[in-house]
């Protein structure tokens, strides 16, 4: 069955910290992982998308793995802001797109100062 | 570029009565996608347009809800009649094309039905 599935499922950590949020998935065949920023009442933000031939990934502070022979994927926020409060929801997708796509259930982070 | 647009940003209605969520994509962009998000069961894909053509609309729950894209500019999704089940946060969101592209989500519609 496909499946995705996002540890923990929340988190609190301080202003300044460094985390790392895990994403376990068995969808097959395998084309593109995708992790997105969800504030509270808005909608997700892209932070990145990778196909099966990228380990590693940046955006700013965001930095996500992936290892496609283990099927899991990392994103690792370095210092940590407030602004950082949010769900991190990781998708991933086989080839074709449309209901390809296999949503987790996202992780809910919150920075504290 | 003002982003992804959508209307209304809040609605509530009472249940049988029909309701109409509108979506104009960014300008440019070719893919169009509807969201349906629950506490219960998270982020849903309903249905995609690719060039104003619904792709795969597996994803709708049932014949109540139906979409339209009649230009590139504009789309809709119809829930009628509405039922209390339907009570979520519905998005809207777009992309230059199908594939690996970037999507970009508007700000969703909080449907209420009571």
């Known amino acids: 069955k496909n499946q995705v599935e996002q540890s923990p499922q929340s988190l609190i950590i301080l202003e300044g910290k460094n985390c790392t949020l895990q994403c376990n998935y068995t969808v097959s065949p395998f084309s593109n992982l995708r992790w997105y920023k969800q504030d509270t009442g808005r909608g997700p933000v892209s932070l990145t998308i990778?196909?099966?031939?990228?380990n590693t990934k940046s955006n700013g502070r965001y930095t996500a793995t992936l290892d496609a022979d283990t099927k899991q994927s990392s994103l690792h926020i370095t210092a940590s802001q407030l602004s950082d409060s949010a769900s991190y929801i990781c998708?991933?997708?086989?080839?074709?797109?449309?209901?390809?796509?296999?949503f987790g259930p996202g992780t809910r982070l919150s920075v504290l100062p | 570029d003002a982003g992804v647009i959508q209307s209304p940003r809040h609605e509530v209605t009472e249940m049988g009565q029909e309701v109409t969520l509108r979506c104009k994509p960014i300008?440019?962009?070719?893919?169009l996608f509807w969201y349906r998000q629950t506490m219960m069961r998270g982020l849903e894909l309903l249905i995609y347009?690719?060039?104003?053509?619904?792709?795969?609309d597996s994803g709708m729950p049932e014949d109540r809800f139906s979409a339209k894209m009649p230009n590139a500019s504009f789309s809709t999704l119809k829930i009628q009649p509405s039922e209390p089940r339907d009570s979520a946060v519905y998005f809207c969101a777009s992309s230059l094309s199908q594939g690996i592209y970037e999507q970009y989500f508007g700000p969703g519609t909080r449907l209420t039905v009571t």
């Open positions: 990778m196909t099966f031939s990228e």
């Open positions: 347009f690719n060039n104003n053509v619904p792709i795969d």
């Open positions: 300008s440019g962009h070719n893919s």
């Open positions: 998708v991933v997708s086989k080839p074709g797109g449309g209901q390809n796509f296999v």
